[in-house]
T-cell receptor, first 115, second 113 residues
Framework: QQKVQQSPESLTVSEGAMASLNCTFS??????FRWYRQHSAKGLEVLVS????GEKEEGRFTAHLNRANLHVSLHIREPQPSDSAVYLC???????????????FGIGTLLSVKP | GGIITQTPKFLIGQEGQKLTLKCQQN?????MYWYRQDSGKGLRLIYY???????QKGDLSEGYDASREKKSSFSLTVTSAQKNEMAVFLC????????????FGPGTRLTVL
């Protein structure tokens, strides 16, 4: 069973400073990684999806995947107070038969961006 | 674009009560999901459905039933609510594809007295 862990549990950065979040997983055969953001009492918003080793940029959000090291990270360039939220890492293991597009989530990192 | 609607937004029940949560999507997506979110435990998959009338158990299906009445709707029933239970239930949908994005609804917050 795929296990997903995120660090740190919480992170405070100043507006404009780079924010870096980490996610480790247990099954290196996974091929589908996503970062979501969840503002308080709201649904999840997908930020970046990455399917192969390397880097994927979506606006101010960049994901780095290294499956050999079982690690995927999210870097937020020039964070703003409106980026304060919980950030969730999700991993979808390879699909077999009707197992579907299942996601295994980490617990999340609470990011606070101070003006 | 599309939207996922979950009803009700807040649900308060009594211990032992059967409670039903509803989800509607207008993306015309094939697959729908129910997740439970607890503080400190992340999201866990309860049930998912690949197409109308299909049901697949997730990791947390015990204590729940689900129903995919039509392509656009997916219901979840808590068969016997547990006292002091508090959680947020999130519905999601996606195309039937390993790489398809899952889009999430705003959630239903459950409190059991």
């Amino acid at each position: 069973q795929q296990k997903v862990q995120q660090s740190p549990e919480s992170l405070t950065v100043s507006e404009g400073a780079m924010a870096s979040l980490n996610c480790t997983f247990s099954d290196g055969t996974s091929n589908n990684f996503r970062w979501y953001r969840q503002h308080s009492a709201k649904g999840l918003e997908v930020l970046v999806s990455i399917f192969s080793d390397g880097e994927k940029e979506e606006g101010r959000f960049t994901a780095h995947l290294n499956r050999a090291n079982l690690h995927v990270s999210l870097h937020i360039r020039e964070p703003q107070p409106s980026d304060s939220a919980v950030y969730l890492c999700a991993v979808s293991p390879p699909s077999y038969g009707s197992s579907g597009n299942k996601l295994i989530f980490g617990i999340g990192t609470l990011l606070s961006v101070k003006p | 674009g599309g939207i996922i609607t979950q009803t009700p937004k807040f649900l308060i029940g009594q211990e032992g009560q059967k409670l039903t949560l509803k989800c509607q999507q207008n993306f015309n997506h094939d697959t729908m999901y129910w997740y439970r979110q607890d503080s400190g435990k992340g999201l866990r998959l309860i049930y998912y459905s690949i197409t109308e009338n299909d049901l697949q158990k997730g990791d947390l299906s015990e204590g729940y039933d689900a129903s995919r009445e039509k392509k656009s709707s997916f219901s979840l029933t808590v068969t016997s609510a547990q006292k002091n239970e508090m959680a947020v239930f999130l519905c999601a949908s996606s195309m039937w594809d390993n790489y398809a994005e899952q889009f999430f609804g705003p959630g239903t917050r459950l409190t059991v007295l």
